[in-house]
Every structure is written in C-alpha cells, then in structure tokens.
C-alpha cells in the first residue's frame, strides 16, 4: 500500500507521526481541503505529467492550473498528464494519493511557486485519504525536489 511505502519514507525525516489519515476520502483538492478544515488553496496537489517520456511531478496549490504556455516554455514540450490507468506503476501512487514522497526511481518533481505564499500546505501522502503539513523547507526537503517552478495560474485567468 502507497501509505505504507510513505510513513517509511517519512520516517527517516522523523515526520511519520504527523501523517493525517481521514475516514473520508481527501482525494480532490476540494474533498482534501475540508477534511482537513482549512482553505482549498493551502492542499498541495501534485500533478503528473509525461516529459519527453520522463514521469515528472509538478507540486502547486490548490487553487491554480498549468499554464499550457509557460509549461511548454519551461519543458520545451506540451503538457501530457500521465495516463490515469498507468500513473500508479509510473509514479508509485495511484490518482487521488500521489505526492512528491517516496516515488518510484526516475521520477522528477517540481514545487511551483503557487506555494510560495503560505507558511504550510498539505500534500497527499499516497493513499486518497491522508495528508501532511509541512513548511516549504520540508516539502522541498522531504520531496527531494529538482527546482522552484513558475507553470501555473488561478483558474479565473483568462
């Protein structure tokens, strides 16, 4: 089970206590967000996309989508979300739980600047029932991330 494969992961940061599983499911930003009582641009979403055939993650907030233009001019490619049949065997967690923790080999992850303006957020921790608070430090830290991106905008953008 991904939560499993997460708490061990999150273990050697001594943070597993602080993993939150819900009797609800936290699988949707908005789903997420009231779980957790707090406001919907605070959940950590991760999305998963295909680049040039390398799994990448790209961690934003909630309350922003992919820019298709400043994605292609990051990646120099168009922006493919992972097949949802094929993101659990590519990532190591399935839609609804994937986070930037304990993911397969090979994975690349990417933290948006979308972030940037909260203390603390919460990202999925491998099940579409859990979450973690953490600071920005410790998202980077714990994710193992590549780099701060810029590839998103609020959803009322036009």
């Given at each position: 089970m991904?939560?499993?494969?997460?708490?061990k992961?999150?273990?050697?940061?001594?943070?597993?206590?602080?993993?939150?599983?819900?009797?609800?499911?936290s699988?949707?930003?908005e789903?997420?967000?009231?779980a957790?009582?707090?406001?919907?641009?605070r959940?950590?979403?991760t999305?998963?996309?295909?680049?040039?055939g390398?799994p990448t993650?790209?961690?934003?907030a909630?309350?922003?989508?992919?820019?298709?233009?400043?994605?292609?001019?990051?990646?120099?490619?168009?922006?493919?979300?992972?097949p949802?049949?094929?993101?659990?065997?590519?990532?190591?967690?399935?839609?609804?739980?994937?986070?930037?923790?304990?993911?397969?080999?090979g994975?690349?992850?990417f933290?948006?600047?979308?972030?940037?303006?909260?203390?603390?957020?919460?990202?999925?921790?491998?099940?579409?029932?859990?979450?973690?608070?953490?600071?920005?430090?410790?998202l980077?830290?714990?994710s193992?991330?590549?780099?701060?991106?810029?590839?998103?905008?609020?959803?009322?953008?036009?």
């Amino acid at each position: 089970m991904s939560i499993e494969r997460v708490k061990k992961y999150l273990a050697r940061f001594n943070a597993d206590g602080r993993i939150k599983e819900f009797p609800v499911s936290s699988a949707t930003v908005e789903l997420a967000a009231k779980a957790l009582g707090c406001e919907p641009c605070r959940i950590a979403k991760t999305l998963s996309f295909d680049v040039k055939g390398t799994p990448t993650l790209i961690v934003c907030a909630g309350d922003v989508k992919v820019d298709n233009r400043k994605f292609k001019d990051f990646f120099r490619t168009k922006a493919a979300m992972l097949p949802r049949e094929a993101t659990a065997e590519l990532t190591g967690h399935a839609v609804g739980g994937v986070c930037p923790f304990a993911v397969n080999d090979g994975v690349k992850i990417f933290l948006d600047e979308s972030l940037k303006r909260f203390a603390t957020v919460f990202p999925a921790c491998g099940s579409s029932n859990s979450a973690i608070e953490v600071t920005l430090p410790e998202l980077e830290k714990f994710s193992g991330c590549t780099d701060w991106i810029d590839v998103t905008k609020p959803y009322d953008a036009v």
